[in-house]
């Protein structure tokens, strides 16, 4: 009964409590869990738009199963990423998100382009490469997360004028999920995590 008079206060002062689920580690393993989490929220705010990361499109196929009528956009890695000319998204797979619905963006990553040419070349670092190192504080995802969210509204699949979840991860599969208020590269600082549903505890 206090614990309901609490919870009432907490409401009445304009706060809230939500559970963040925290993975012991990151990696694919947690990918199945993180999209139902993702799918929870999605429902209990009325959320539409759905962005996930997925560079084979295993987690994208996933992803498509399970947001089935939802807006969803699946961000690959750029051609290129592993290798001169290289797509890492599979051919079947590719096929498979686009027959659940889902939507395909693959593009430059805002946080690297021109600028990881720069670090590669010239060892140094720029202030998009130090805002991704920042957001790893929180996990690799986090950074993912972000960056994923700028470039589909750059593409204009995602609205900015409402909240979306971004789903990404560390390597394969996703281990990180969060609401954000969304906003185009160029006004990046717009941006608002609003939440974070899912995360790994630690980096390795």
Same mark, same amino acid.
């Given at each position: 009964?206090?614990?309901?008079?609490?919870?009432?206060?907490?409401?009445?002062?304009?706060? #809230?409590?939500?559970?963040?689920?925290?993975?012991?580690?990151?990696?694919?393993?947690?990918?199945?869990?993180?999209?139902?989490?993702?799918?929870?929220?999605?429902? +209990?705010?009325?959320?539409?738009?759905?962005?996930?990361?997925?560079?084979?499109?295993?987690?994208?196929?996933?992803?498509?199963?399970?947001?089935?009528?939802?807006?969803?956009?699946?961000?690959?890695?750029?051609?290129?990423?592993?290798?001169?000319?290289?797509?890492?998204?599979?051919?079947?797979?590719?096929?498979?998100?686009?027959?659940?619905?889902?939507? #395909?963006?693959?593009?430059?990553?805002?946080?690297?382009?021109?600028?990881?040419? #720069?670090?590669?070349?010239?060892?140094?670092?720029?202030?998009? +490469?130090?805002?991704?190192?920042?957001?790893?504080?929180?996990?690799?995802?986090?950074?993912?997360?972000? +960056?994923?969210?700028?470039?589909?509204?750059?593409?204009?699949?995602?609205?900015?004028?409402?909240?979306?979840?971004?789903?990404?991860?560390?390597?394969?599969?996703?281990?990180?999920?969060?609401?954000?208020?969304?906003?185009?590269?160029?006004?990046?600082?717009?941006?608002?995590?609003? +939440?974070?549903?899912?995360?790994?505890?630690?980096?390795?």
């Amino acid at each position: 009964m206090l614990n309901e008079w609490f919870k009432g206060i907490r409401v009445l002062m304009g706060s #809230i409590e939500k559970t963040i689920v925290y993975f012991s580690n990151p990696g694919e393993e947690n990918t199945e869990e993180v999209l139902m989490l993702a799918k929870k929220r999605a429902e +209990e705010l009325g959320i539409r738009d759905i962005v996930v990361a997925s560079t084979r499109g295993f987690t994208g196929v996933k992803a498509s199963e399970i947001f089935k009528g939802y807006n969803l956009v699946v961000v690959t890695h750029h051609a290129g990423f592993r290798g001169p000319g290289i797509q890492e998204l599979t051919d079947e797979n590719r096929r498979k998100i686009e027959e659940n619905g889902g939507k #395909i963006f693959t593009g430059t990553h805002i946080f690297a382009g021109v600028e990881r040419a #720069i670090r590669n070349k010239f060892n140094t670092a720029y202030p998009a +490469e130090i805002m991704a190192q920042t957001l790893r504080l929180f996990c690799e995802g986090m950074k993912v997360a972000v +960056e994923i969210v700028a470039m589909a509204a750059d593409a204009g699949l995602i609205p900015v004028d409402r909240e979306v979840i971004s789903i990404a991860g560390t390597g394969r599969g996703a281990d990180t999920a969060i609401v954000v208020q969304p906003a185009n590269s160029s006004r990046i600082f717009d941006m608002v995590i609003k +939440e974070i549903i899912a995360k790994p505890r630690s980096k390795q």
